[in-house]
């Protein structure tokens, strides 16, 4: 039993990665006061938690139903990914040009203040994306038919999810710590490193459906 746990545990903590996108949170996050980041954090978690029990508990029928493919799942979330590298250099990018022709920062416009990161690009695509909803799937697939297999497939994604939430609300503390120029260069280097995972998401879909060699 406990062998299960830690089994799952796993898998589902290195596909939700919350480590490796701790730096996209605060990338995408950037515009937004303390107090506020947290609250992303914490409501990016629970509908990312949300999103992930749905699938676990209904994600194969809807797949199959809808048939949609692992490698149609990847090539979605890609593009979903690369949008978002986009939009964060873009905005980096405006930031400085405005910062250098008035000498001040700007404050976010009305339509900034009004975007939700918590959902998107936090929940979606970044902590639900497509190999930890197809991770999900697989591994209650695997539990399915014994209620305490089921039970510790639960329980283990509902431990990885609340660490998620503990590791990224821990990432906004340890912000302050940091210097702001050296913050404003680690995001642009992480725009880039996300640019190129939504590249190989893509890679992977095609190579799931021989269009190339990989």
Not at 84 to 110: C, D, I, Y
Not at 134 to 147: Q, T
Not at 168 to 189: G, H, K, P, Y
Request: proline share 4%; aromatic share 8%; net charge neutral.
């Amino acid at each position: 039993m406990l062998e299960s746990f830690v089994t799952a545990f796993i898998i589902y903590f290195v596909v939700v990665d919350p480590v490796g996108n701790a730096p996209v949170f605060l990338a995408v996050t950037s515009h937004l006061e303390r107090g506020r980041k947290l609250r992303v954090a914490i409501e990016g978690s629970a509908i990312a938690t949300a999103i992930m029990l749905f699938f676990a508990l209904c994600g194969a029928w809807v797949l199959s139903y809808l048939k949609i493919s692992e490698a149609a799942f990847k090539i979605a979330g890609g593009i979903i990914l690369f949008l978002v590298a986009l939009e964060m250099l873009a905005a980096k990018r405006q930031q400085r040009k405005r910062h250098e022709s008035t000498g001040e920062p700007l404050a976010a416009s009305p339509d900034t203040e009004n975007d939700n990161p918590a959902i998107y690009p936090l929940a979606i695509p970044l902590l639900a994306g497509p190999a930890a909803i197809m991770s999900v799937i697989v591994v209650n697939a695997g539990f399915a038919g014994a209620l305490t297999s089921t039970i510790i497939g639960y329980t283990s994604l509902l431990a990885v999810m609340v660490a998620t939430g503990v590791i990224l609300c821990l990432t906004v503390v340890a912000e302050s710590w940091l210097n702001e120029r050296v913050t404003m260069v680690f995001s642009r280097i992480t725009a880039i490193v996300l640019a190129g995972l939504s590249v190989q998401y893509v890679i992977d879909g095609l190579t799931l459906v021989g269009l190339i060699t990989y």
